[in-house]
């Protein structure tokens, strides 16, 4: 199973970005899906979860109401959008499938497989 994320960049505070994750080489509705994060000189972080069909999501306390997780599965694709930037959202940015639950999580150890990460960097 393979995960490449794009939609990465260089925005000023307030600013939106869309993240998105292609899926392949699995059957994508068996996953549970997450994003995560990890900022400079930090341990990575979760940020939002969504379930197999996309009915139920969640998020950390400190994006919701800015961020939203999406999915396409005709598209074998998650999506991020992130808006109303602030300079601590600063992070390279993950996304991960776990065929272990089809619920999501915030923990990182459910996660079986995770992409490359795109650069997210939010100026002042």
């Known amino acids: 199973v393979q995960l490449v994320e794009s939609g990465g960049g260089v925005v000023q505070a307030g600013g939106s970005l869309r993240l998105s994750c292609e899926v392949s080489?699995?059957?994508?509705?068996?996953?549970?899906m997450g994003w995560f994060r990890q900022p400079p000189g930090m341990e990575r972080e979760f940020v939002a979860a969504i379930n197999w069909s996309g009915s139920t999501t969640f998020y950390a306390d400190s994006v919701k109401g800015r961020f939203t997780i999406s999915r396409d599965n005709a598209k074998n694709t998650v999506y991020l959008q992130v808006n109303s930037l602030k300079p601590e959202d600063t992070a390279v940015y993950y996304c991960?499938?776990?065929?272990?639950?089809?619920?999501?999580?915030?923990?990182?150890?459910?996660?079986?497989?995770w992409g490359q990460g795109t650069q997210v960097t939010v100026s002042s």
């Open positions: 991960a499938a776990s065929g272990r639950t089809g619920w999501g999580s915030s923990n990182l150890a459910e996660y079986d497989y």
């Open positions: 080489g699995g059957t994508f509705s068996n996953y549970a």
